[in-house]
């Protein structure tokens, strides 16, 4: 059974700093990995997706990256801003005919000016 | 274009009552996927429809069903509440053949007292 775990639960930096968020899960057959920006009262945003044969994606100041042996992923925003500020949760998609989504509880971060 | 409009955004109800939930998708698209999302269990698939059928069920109890008319809105409902029904349900939208992409609605927030 896929079990997606994300580490840390909160992060609080200054404005300016580069940070990492981390991603793990337990069954390196997926379909594809994403990640989401949740703002409250305002639903999802997806912002990167990663298909199974790539290593990783980039826009603008985000970059995400896949291994799948290891079962890992990790976002990377670079400069971030108070704006970056939002719970950030990933989403694997199981390979074959389980295609469903199974998702981490996210990161919640604030960026302060 | 309009985005996925979820309605209402805010409800109350208590225990043994039952609820409806409403989703109009993107024009266009023709899948519907429902979530539930609380603080301990993270966001868990529902269902999701197209084309007026379900095709994929997640592991919930037979008091959540849904449906998914021909103008492809769609509707949740939850039978005799339970308090640990109190969550976050939010709904997501597809193209044919690009369900890997989904847009998200605002979510509707359920309390159950």
């Known amino acids: 059974k896929q079990e997606v775990t994300q580490i840390p639960a909160a992060l609080s930096v200054p404005e300016g700093e580069n940070l990492v968020l981390n991603c793990s899960f337990t069954?390196?057959?997926?379909?594809?990995l994403q990640w989401f920006r949740q703002d409250p009262g305002k639903g999802l945003t997806s912002l990167l997706l990663?298909?199974?044969s790539q290593r990783e994606q980039t826009s603008g100041r985000l970059n995400a990256s896949l291994d799948k042996s290891s079962g890992r992923s990790t976002l990377y925003i670079a400069a971030s801003q108070p704006g970056d500020s939002a719970t950030y949760l990933c989403?694997?998609?199981?390979?074959?005919?389980?295609?469903?989504?199974?998702w981490g509880l996210g990161t919640s971060l604030a960026v302060n000016p | 274009k309009a985005g996925v409009t979820q309605t209402p955004r805010y409800l109350i109800k208590t225990r043994g009552q039952q609820v409806t939930l409403s989703c109009s998708p993107i024009?266009?698209?023709?899948?519907v996927s429902w979530y539930q999302q609380t603080p301990g269990q993270g966001l868990q698939f529902l269902f999701e429809?197209?084309?007026?059928?379900?095709?994929n069920k997640g592991n919930f109890p037979g008091r959540f069903s849904g449906r998914q008319f021909s103008n492809s809105r769609s509707e949740m409902n939850v039978s005799t509440l339970e308090l640990g029904d109190s969550a976050l349900y939010l709904c997501?939208?597809?193209?044919?053949?690009?369900?890997?992409?989904?847009?998200f609605g605002a979510g509707t927030r359920l309390s159950v007292l």
């Open positions: 997501a939208s597809s193209l044919m053949g690009q369900e890997n992409i989904q847009y």
């Open positions: 024009s266009g698209h023709r899948s």
């Open positions: 429809y197209f084309s007026e059928t379900q095709r």
């Open positions: 069954d390196s057959a997926i379909y594809n």
């Open positions: 990663i298909q199974s």
């Open positions: 989403a694997v998609r199981g390979a074959g005919n389980n295609r469903k989504l199974i």
